[in-house]
C-alpha cells in the first residue's frame, strides 16, 4: 500500500466538516425542537407511562398475568420497552433508520460545538469516548454507593440497618450494576476513542452504530436501575431461576436491562471489531498493532459473539414473566438448569471482556515507563485471542455446585486449568518487560504494577477455584466472592484508573494532578486489599454470600473489611475530587506527549482533530522499540506532521 | 446497512487516501455482513440449545403433549415466503452484479412484500396457536422461536427495503437503465451492500428450514 504524503493542493482546514446532501436536521435547531439529552429524557418518560396505560389496557383483566401480587407483568414490560424506545427516538437514534427506510440519504451537519456536544447523539468517535467515560463513572458511583451499602450492613451479625429482602436487593443491584459497568468501562470510553487513534484511522468504520451502543447502554442502565423502584429482585446478579420466576416486577428490570445492555454490548463489539480489520492505517500488519488494540478486538470478538447468548436468555425469561411460557419452570417442561447454561455461556466469556482490556492497558504503558519494548509481543497477543477462544469452553465450572452431570465436572475442571495457560501467556510477558528495567513511578505505572500484585492473588485463587475439591468446598462463600473482587476490581478497575491518569491528558487536554493522584493510588491500592484479603479468611471460615446475618466470632474480621471498604470508598471521592480539580477548577495544560510514548494516539494534535490525522499515517516499524537508539519512528507521516507534529523518534528526552 | 458511500471525510484527503478508505470501506461491509451472521448464528444457537436442552430433559414428562403442534399451514406459508424472499435477494444480487438494476429492483419489491406476508403470519400465528404458551417445554421454545424469528423478518425485510429504496434514488449513480456496471465509488458501495445482505439472507433461508424441521415436523 502507498499513500502519497504529499499534502494535496486544496487548502487544508482540517476540522472543517464535510459538505453533503441537506436534509431535515434535528440535532442543530435550538431549544426545544432539537434533540438531545432532555428531549430523550421526557420521550423516555411519556414512553414509560404510555407503556403502562397499554399495558394495563390489554392485559389488566387476565388474572393468570396480574398474579397473586396484582401486579400485571404485560404492563411493567411495556412502559421499561416503550421507555426505551421513547429514549431513542428523543435522542435522535431513530431518525436515520427511518429515513432510510424512504431511500433518504444521512444528513450532515456541523458537529455540535462546546459542551452540548456530549448531550447529542454524535458519530464522533472521541465524544461518544468521552460519553462513556462519564456514563461508566456514573454507573460505577452508584455500585460503589450500595456497595458501602451492604458492608454498613455487615458491621454487625444481629443488630441490622435493613430487613433481608431489602439487604439481597441491594446485593442484587450492586452485583449487576457493576458487572454490566465493567463490560464496558474500558471497551466504551478508552476502546472507542482510542482505537481508531491507535490504528492511524479517521474514523469508525460505523459511527452511527458506535453511538447507538452508548444510548442504548445508557438506558440499560436506567432499566436495570429503575428495578429498585419496583421491589428489586432477590436473586443475585446471576438471576438464577426458579428464584427468577417467583420474583416480582423487578425481576423483569433486570431481564429486560439484560437484554438491553446486552444490546449495546454488541453493537459496540461490532463497531470495534470491523474497525480493527479493516481500517487499520498501511503499514499495520498484525504483528504491528499495539497490544491494547490486540486486546480489543479478542474483547470485541468476544462481545459479539457471547453477548447474543445473554440476550436470548433475558429474552426467555421475560417471555416466561410476561407471556407465561416455561422456559425456566421444571414443572411444566422447561428447566431452570436452561438458565444457568445459557447465563454463564456469556457469564464466563464476560469474565474475559473484564479481564482482557486491563491486561491491553498495562501492556501498553509499562514499556513507556520502563523504556523497554514489551517483552514476546507475539506471545501476549497470541495469549489474548488463546484467552478469547477458551473462554467459550468453561462456563460449566459455574455448575460444578448447582447442576452439571458428576461426569462432566472433570472435563470442564480441565478445560478452565487450561485457559490459565494462555492466561499466564499474559502475565508473564508483563513480568519479562519489568524484568532489569529501570521504571518510571508515575501514576498510570504504578497502578499498572498494582493490577499484577492485586491480579496475582485474583489470579491464583482462581485456579483453586477451578479445581472441583476446593470448588465444592467453598462454594457460594466470601472465598469467592473475594476472588471474583480480586480479578475485576483489582485487574480492572486498577488498570481502567492507569489508564485514565495515562490517556486523560490526551482525551482532555489537562493533566491530572500528581499530588493527589498518588494519595488517590495509595489509598486505594491499600484499603482495596485491607478490603478484600480479609474476606478470603472469612470465607474459609464459613461465611456464605448474600446473607446478612453471621457468625459472630467473625465480626471482628467483617468490621476491618467494613471500615477498610469505607476508606477505599472515600479513596474514589479523591479520585473524583482530582477529575474536578485537575479539569475545572485547576486545568493544567497537558504536554502533546506527556510521557515520552512513541504510540500513535500521542502524535495527532492537541486537541485531536475532528477526522484525527492530517494525513494517514504509514507504519514503519514494530510498536515499542523504546530501548533502541535511533530507531526509525512507528509511523511516517508523510513529512506533513499529524498536527502537533510528526512521530516522535526512540531518542527521546526520557531515553536514559 | 451502511450510509451511501461518500468520499473520505477528511477535507484535504489525497487520492490515494480516498481509495484507501475506500477499500477500508469495502472491507468494512463485508466483515460486517459476515459478523452479523455470526451475532445471529449465537442468538440462534442459544434457542436450538433450549430446544434439545428441553427435549432431552423431559421435566416433568412435558416436553410435548401428545399431539401438540404448531398450525402447519402457518408454517409452510412463513417458510416459503422466506426461502422466496432469500431467493429473490439473492437473484436480485445477482442481476445487479451484471448492471441490471431494474432486474434487482422488481425482485427486490417481490422480496420485501414476502417478508411483509411471513411478518404477517408469523405475528398471526400467535394469535391462532392450539396451545398455551406455558404448557410444555415445546410450546415455550415455539414462542421463544416465533419472537426471535419475528426479529430476523423484521430485519431482513428492512435491509431489503432499504436497499431497494436506495437503489430508487441512486438510478443515476448505478448506471440508469443500461446493463452496464458503474465504477462510481457510491455503486461500488452499493452493490457490497447488496453483496452482504443476499449473503445475510441466505443465511436467513437456511435458518427457516432447519428451524422449520425442529418446530413443525413431529
Known amino acids: ?656 | 446497512m451502511t450510509d451511501t458511500y461518500k468520499d473520505s471525510l477528511a477535507p484535504n484527503a489525497t487520492p490515494e487516501e480516498r481509495e484507501f478508505e475506500f477499500r477500508s470501506h469495502i472491507g468494512s461491509i463485508w466483515t460486517g455482513g459476515r459478523l452479523a451472521i455470526g451475532v445471529a448464528t449465537f442468538m440462534y444457537a442459544s434457542l436450538a440449545f433450549a430446544y434439545f436442552y428441553l427435549r432431552s430433559s423431559n421435566n416433568s414428562h412435558l416436553w410435548r403433549i401428545p399431539g401438540q403442534l404448531a398450525p402447519l399451514y402457518y408454517g409452510w406459508t412463513i417458510l416459503i415466503c422466506m426461502l422466496l424472499m432469500a431467493g429473490l435477494g439473492m437473484y436480485g444480487h445477482s442481476r445487479l452484479r451484471k448492471g441490471f438494476t431494474n432486474d434487482f429492483q422488481v425482485a427486490g419489491w417481490t422480496g420485501v412484500a414476502l417478508g411483509v406476508i411471513a411478518l404477517i403470519f408469523q405475528v398471526w400465528e400467535l394469535v391462532v396457536l392450539p396451545f398455551y404458551p406455558g404448557s410444555s417445554g415445546y410450546a415455550s421454545t415455539f414462542v421463544a422461536f416465533v419472537v426471535m424469528n419475528i426479529m430476523t423478518i423484521v430485519f431482513a425485510t428492512y435491509w431489503l427495503e432499504t436497499a431497494v429504496a436506495r437503489s430508487l434514488r441512486m438510478r443515476k449513480e448505478l448506471g440508469g437503465t443500461k446493463p452496464e456496471l458503474s465504477s462510481a465509488h457510491t455503486a461500488r458501495s452499493f452493490r457490497a451492500n447488496v453483496s452482504s445482505m443476499s449473503y445475510y439472507l441466505g443465511y436467513v433461508g437456511i435458518i427457516s428450514i432447519g428451524f422449520f424441521l425442529m418446530f413443525y415436523v413431529q
Request: one cysteine or more.
Open chain 1, 1 to 656: 500500500m502507498t499513500i502519497s504524503a504529499e499534502r494535496p493542493t486544496e487548502t487544508a482546514a482540517g476540522t472543517t466538516a464535510p459538505t453533503g446532501p441537506r436534509g431535515v436536521s434535528w440535532t442543530n435547531r435550538p431549544g426545544w425542537m432539537s434533540q438531545h439529552l432532555g428531549t430523550a429524557l421526557v420521550l423516555a418518560f411519556l414512553g414509560y407511562l404510555l407503556g403502562h396505560w397499554w399495558g394495563n389496557h390489554i392485559a389488566g383483566n387476565y388474572a393468570y398475568i396480574n398474579g397473586a401480587s396484582g401486579q400485571n407483568s404485560v404492563a411493567d414490560f411495556l412502559a421499561l420497552l416503550l421507555m426505551v424506545v421513547g429514549w431513542l427516538v428523543g435522542i435522535g437514534a431513530l431518525n436515520y433508520p427511518i429515513a432510510k427506510l424512504f431511500g433518504r440519504e444521512a444528513v450532515e451537519e456541523e458537529p455540535a460545538k462546546g459542551l452540548s456536544r456530549y448531550f447529542r447523539y454524535t458519530l464522533d468517535h472521541k465524544v461518544v469516548g468521552m460519553q462513556y467515560v462519564v456514563g461508566v463513572l456514573l454507573f460505577m458511583f452508584t455500585g460503589g454507593l450500595l456497595a458501602m451499602a451492604i458492608r454498613t450492613e455487615l458491621l454487625n451479625p444481629t443488630v441490622h440497618i435493613f430487613n433481608p429482602g431489602t439487604y439481597i436487593e441491594i446485593v442484587s443491584e450492586h452485583g449487576t450494576i457493576m458487572m454490566m459497568m465493567a463490560t464496558s468501562i474500558i471497551v466504551g470510553p478508552l476502546g472507542n476513542y482510542l482505537v481508531p487513534l491507535m490504528i492511524g484511522s479517521r474514523r469508525m468504520a460505523f459511527p452511527r452504530i458506535e453511538a447507538f451502543s452508548f444510548w442504548i447502554f445508557s438506558a440499560g442502565y436506567m432499566v436495570i436501575f429503575s428495578a429498585l423502584f419496583f421491589g428489586g429482585f432477590p436473586t443475585g446478579w446471576t438471576g438464577y431461576a426458579p428464584l427468577q420466576n417467583q420474583a416480582g416486577p423487578g425481576m423483569i428490570s433486570y431481564l429486560f436491562g439484560f437484554a438491553v445492555i446486552g444490546m449495546g454490548m454488541i453493537a459496540a463489539g461490532f463497531n470495534i471489531a470491523v474497525t480493527i480489520v479493516n481500517y487499520r492505517a498501511p503499514g499495520m500488519t498484525w504483528s504491528r498493532v499495539p497490544m491494547f488494540v490486540w486486546s480489543i478486538l479478542a474483547t470485541a470478538s468476544l462481545l459479539t459473539l457471547a453477548t447474543p447468548v445473554l440476550f436470548s436468555a433475558g429474552l426467555f425469561g421475560i417471555l416466561d414473566h410476561v407471556v407465561l411460557t416455561s422456559l425456566y419452570v421444571n414443572e411444566h417442561g422447561g428447566s431452570s438448569y436452561l438458565w444457568e447454561n445459557l447465563f454463564w455461556f456469556f457469564g464466563h466469556p464476560e469474565v474475559y471482556i473484564m479481564a482482557l482490556p486491563g491486561f491491553g492497558i498495562v501492556a501498553e504503558i509499562v514499556p513507556v515507563f520502563t523504556r523497554k519494548p514489551l517483552f514476546a509481543y507475539k506471545v501476549a497477543a497470541a495469549g489474548m485471542m488463546g484467552v478469547a477462544l477458551l473462554s467459550f469452553f468453561v462456563w460449566q465450572h459455574h455448575l460444578f455446585q448447582s447442576g452439571i452431570n458428576p461426569d462432566m465436572r472433570p472435563l470442564f475442571m480441565l478445560t478452565t486449568e487450561l485457559i490459565s495457560i494462555p492466561t499466564g501467556f499474559i502475565y508473564l510477558v508483563g513480568m519479562g518487560s519489568l524484568y532489569k528495567s529501570k521504571m518510571r513511578l508515575e501514576i498510570p505505572m504504578l497502578f499498572s504494577l498494582a493490577l499484577y500484585f492485586n491480579f496475582l492473588i485474583g489470579g491464583i485463587t482462581g485456579v483453586f477455584l477451578s479445581d472441583v475439591p476446593v470448588n465444592v468446598t467453598v462454594h457460594g462463600s466470601f472465598f469467592v466472592l473475594s476472588h471474583f473482587h480480586y480479578t475485576i476490581m483489582g485487574g480492572l478497575l486498577f488498570a481502567f484508573m492507569a489508564g485514565l491518569y495515562y490517556w486523560l491528558p490526551k482525551m482532555t487536554g489537562y493533566m491530572m494532578n500528581k499530588k493527589l493522584g498518588l494519595w488517590h493510588f495509595w489509598t486505594m491500592f491499600i484499603f482495596f486489599n485491607l478490603t478484600f484479603f480479609p474476606m478470603f479468611i472469612i470465607g474459609l471460615l464459613g461465611q456464605p454470600r448474600r446473607v446478612f446475618e453471621y457468625a459472630h466470632n467473625l465480626q471482628g474480621l467483617n468490621d476491618f473489611s467494613s471500615i477498610s471498604a469505607f476508606c477505599l470508598g472515600a479513596s474514589f471521592l479523591l479520585f473524583f475530587w482530582n477529575l474536578m480539580y485537575s479539569m475545572i477548577i485547576n486545568p493544567q495544560k497537558a504536554p502533546a506527549n506527556p510521557w515520552d510514548s512513541l504510540g500513535l494516539e500521542w502524535q495527532t494534535a492537541n486537541p485531536v482533530p475532528l477526522y484525527n490525522f492530517e494525513r494517514i499515517p504509514v507504519i514503519v516499524t514494530e510498536p515499542y522499540r523504546y530501548s533502541e537508539p535511533g530507531a526509525p519512528a512507528y509511523a511516517d507521516f508523510g513529512g506533513g506532521g499529524s498536527g502537533s507534529g510528526s512521530s516522535s523518534s526512540v531518542s527521546s528526552s526520557v531515553e536514559e
